[in-house]
């Protein structure tokens, strides 16, 4: 039985959390092959990436916090909840491009990275979900 509707903004979130935990298995970040040598590969548990995904894992969390709870009204479904988040994995991910674009530019390019350009997609859907969620008529 559901007692609350989900808006698109809830909705929105729910797809961008997919997006960001899938990018996070995805490379990150990839070196040239040189000499016949094998290239090397990271993904986002190699750094503070890891932070990303753990932020898709807490958007589901707070998603369906509030049919867990049942009847009761819950403090922390809020936009502002999922603001937080949404900074924090922003955050996380600009660290992430700071140090690897630091050891190797190319390595970050979208042909080799693009585990990390779909997180930085799935978080831009994530912040447009926090603003459709900031605009919901509460219950």
Same mark, same amino acid.
Do not use: H, K
């Given at each position: 039985?559901?007692? +609350?509707?989900?808006?698109? &903004?809830?909705?929105? $979130? ?7 935990? $899938? ?12 000499? @016949?040598? =094998? ?7 190699? &750094?503070?990436? *890891? ?8 958007? *589901?969390?707070? !998603?369906? !916090? =509030? /049919?867990?709870? &049942? ?6 479904? +809020? ?8 900074? *924090? ?6 660290? +992430? ?7 190797? *530019?190319? $390595? ?6 693009? @585990?990390?350009?779909? $997180?930085?997609? &799935?978080?831009? !859907?994530?912040? #447009?979900?926090? /603003?459709?969620?900031? +605009?919901? #008529?509460?219950?």
């Amino acid at each position: 039985m559901q007692r +609350r509707p989900m808006g698109n &903004g809830r909705r929105l $979130a729910a797809l961008a959390a997919v997006v960001i935990a $899938a990018a996070c298995f995805l490379p990150w970040w990839q070196s040239a092959s040189d000499g @016949g040598l =094998p290239a090397l590969s990271g993904n986002a548990f190699d &750094g503070s990436g *890891v932070i990303v995904f753990f932020v898709a894992l807490a958007v *589901v969390a707070l !998603l369906a !916090l =509030p /049919y867990a709870a &049942g009847d009761v009204p819950v403090g922390l479904d +809020r936009s502002l909840s999922f603001l937080i988040l949404t900074v *924090v994995g922003w955050l996380a991910l600009a660290i +992430r491009v700071v140090d690897l674009a630091m050891t190797n *530019v190319d $390595a970050i390019l979208p042909m080799r990275a693009y @585990g990390l350009w779909l $997180a930085a997609v &799935g978080l831009a !859907l994530l912040s #447009r979900a926090v /603003y459709d969620i900031s +605009r919901e #008529r509460r219950w």
